[in-house]
């Protein structure tokens, strides 16, 4: 597991547009990737929770995803959520509801809406390490390191 994570500029883009999509409720959605570290398909999956303060994949569409990648040869990279009035920070409840070990879990803040952060982190065993992230081979607006 690797203490980085690169994006390209359309799947950080995309994710930022999707947060932005349902403020203030939290987006979610799935990354895939065919070699272990690029992003090969960006799936956006609706939060059926539609809550301000935690989501929860809709089950079809996250089964629809979860089946196109084992369709495709692709892996699970990483699990994104957004927070629309925290830091881009995982909560206890995203801690305690992190069950895939070997994703990168990507938190979007909105707080400062003109302006937001996104970061990168594993979370195993309750354990939360964060990534460096980059956008394009530029360090991507992160928070506190």
């Known amino acids: 597991m690797s203490g980085r994570l690169d994006l390209d500029r359309e799947t950080f883009d995309g994710i930022v547009e999707h947060a932005r999509s349902d403020t203030p409720y939290e987006v979610c ?10 992003v090969t398909a960006h799936y ?13 994949m809709d089950p079809k569409s996250m089964l629809h995803a979860m089946n196109d990648m084992d369709d495709h040869g ?10 629309t009035h925290t830091e881009a920070f995982p909560s206890p409840t995203d801690v305690e509801l992190a ?4 994703a990168v879990y990507l938190i979007v803040s909105l707080q400062d809406a003109e302006s937001p952060v996104l970061r990168a982190f594993n979370i195993v065993d309750g354990k939360i390490t964060e990534r460096v992230l980059t956008v394009e081979g530029e360090a991507a607006a992160a928070g506190p390191r």
Request: hydrophobic content about 30%.
């Open 74 to 83: 692709w892996e699970l990279l990483a699990i994104y959520h957004s927070h």
């Open 29 to 38: 959605g799935l990354l895939a990737t065919d070699d272990g570290e690029r």
């Open 44 to 56: 956006p999956v609706p939060n059926s929770a539609r809550s301000m303060t935690y989501y929860n």
């Open 99 to 102: 069950f895939y070990p070997d």
